[in-house]
Every structure is written in C-alpha cells, then in structure tokens.
C-alpha cells in the first residue's frame, strides 16, 4: 500500500456544525501533515506529527483541532468555521522528517462553509 | 523569515524543453523538492536535491545551488500531459522539527 487515504472527498457544514476530516496510511512512515490549499495558491502547512506527537502547529485557529489516535490516523476536527476557511484540505506523510522521498498526499478533502 | 519565489506562469511547445526556476531564502535549509499538482489533484513528488548539483530523472531534472539559494526544474521533451503547476519547495527546521513549506508555484501550460 502506498496511499493516502483521506475521507471525505467533499465536505459541506455549517458554521455551527462538528466534523472531522480523516487521513490513513499504512506505509510505516512516522510523519503526517495537515495542510491547507486555496484555488490557484500553493499548499499552507498547518500541523505537523512526528511519532504520534503534535510537533508543529503552524498558528492555527483553535476551531481546527488535530489528532494522532496512532501511527496510521490522522483526523482533523472542525468546529464553528467561517465561509473563509472554504479549501482543499491535504494530509501527507513521510517515512521521517528527514526523508529523501518527499512527502506522499492524499487526494484530499473539499470543504466548502456555508 | 521564509520567501520562496517562482515565475507564475510559462508556455511552451510540446516536444519542447522548459526551465521552470525557483530562488528561496529560508532560516534553515535542509533539502528541496520539486512537485506536480493537476488541477484538482494532489501534489506528487518529482525530484529531491540536497546537495548542490544536477539530479536526472528521466524527462525531469533538478538543480541546486544552495550558495546561490537558487534551483530550477527541467523538463525534456513536453508533452501535453506536462501541462500542470509546478510546485518548488523547501524543507526547514523549525523547533527540532522538519517542516516543508512551499513557494508559490508555476503554472506550465504546453501547446501543440
């Protein structure tokens, strides 16, 4: 297996729903990233886990809160967001953070706040 | 601070070849990657250098200078399908942590 998968493709809520958006790989690697891609910008990282742990959260607002439950998962919990955070949001991974391979991306989730 | 800057968008002819170029300025430097992203799609990786010098990779290739914070891209013998953004992108240190953070892109369009 050398994907990652993330589901769901397509996301709409409300400002005042909960969700979550989920990533999972199963290549071994032991890093993860959430990152966020507007129309024709390139992809703004967000978070980062190494080994499970938060090791960089690049000022992110509090209504997006990540999480690592293992080495696989990596969810993204959304709540209370604004039209403005309306993207692509892109999980990747890496063997390590110091890896020559590059990052690996999932397709994606399109989220669009109504 | 971070500054990573590529053309915003070239044109070329298929069977052509393409320099698509990137210059950064970065804290730290630990690597640059080259990526492909279709439209609507994700990012897949091209190319890696780490050290300065040229890496080839079938129709691809990447070169590195870092004393000159400067690489670029080249693509052989275009073809349609080539027609894509084409990501640069540097791995920093931030805190212990690596982190990858991407310039701007360049939109390549290639004609027949």
């Known amino acids: 297996d050398t994907e990652v998968t993330q589901t769901p493709k397509h996301l709409v809520m409300g400002m005042t729903n909960k969700k979550s958006l989920k990533c999972e790989q199963h290549?071994?690697?032991?890093?993860m990233y959430w990152y966020k891609q507007k129309a024709k910008k390139p992809p703004e990282l967000m978070f980062v886990?190494?080994?499970?742990?938060?090791?960089i959260n690049e000022s992110v607002p509090s209504r997006f809160s990540p999480e690592c439950p293992n080495s696989s998962l990596l969810n993204l919990h959304l709540h209370a967001l604004q039209p403005e955070d309306s993207a692509l949001y892109l999980c990747?991974?890496?063997?390590?953070?110091?890896?020559?391979?590059?990052?690996?991306f999932g397709s994606g989730t399109r989220l669009t706040v109504v | 601070g971070q500054n990573i800057d590529q053309p915003t968008e070239m044109t070329a002819t298929e069977g052509a070849i393409v320099q698509i170029n990137c210059t950064y300025q970065?804290?730290?430097?630990?690597?640059l990657f080259w990526y492909q992203q279709h439209a609507g799609e994700a990012p897949t990786f091209l190319s890696y250098?780490?050290?300065?010098g040229l890496e080839e990779k079938g129709r691809f290739s990447s070169f590195l200078s870092r004393s000159k914070g400067y690489s670029y891209l080249l693509l052989k013998e275009l073809q349609m399908k080539d027609s894509a953004s084409y990501l640069c992108?540097?791995?920093?240190?931030?805190?212990?942590?690596?982190?990858?953070?991407f310039g701007s892109g360049t939109r390549l369009l290639v004609r027949p």
């Open positions: 990747a991974s890496s063997p390590s953070g110091t890896s020559q391979v590059g990052y690996t």
């Open positions: 290549m071994g690697h032991r890093a």
């Open positions: 886990y190494s080994y499970e742990k938060l090791s």
């Open positions: 970065t804290s730290g430097f630990n690597g």
């Open positions: 250098n780490v050290l300065d």
């Open positions: 992108a540097v791995r920093d240190l931030e805190d212990s942590s690596y982190k990858l953070i």
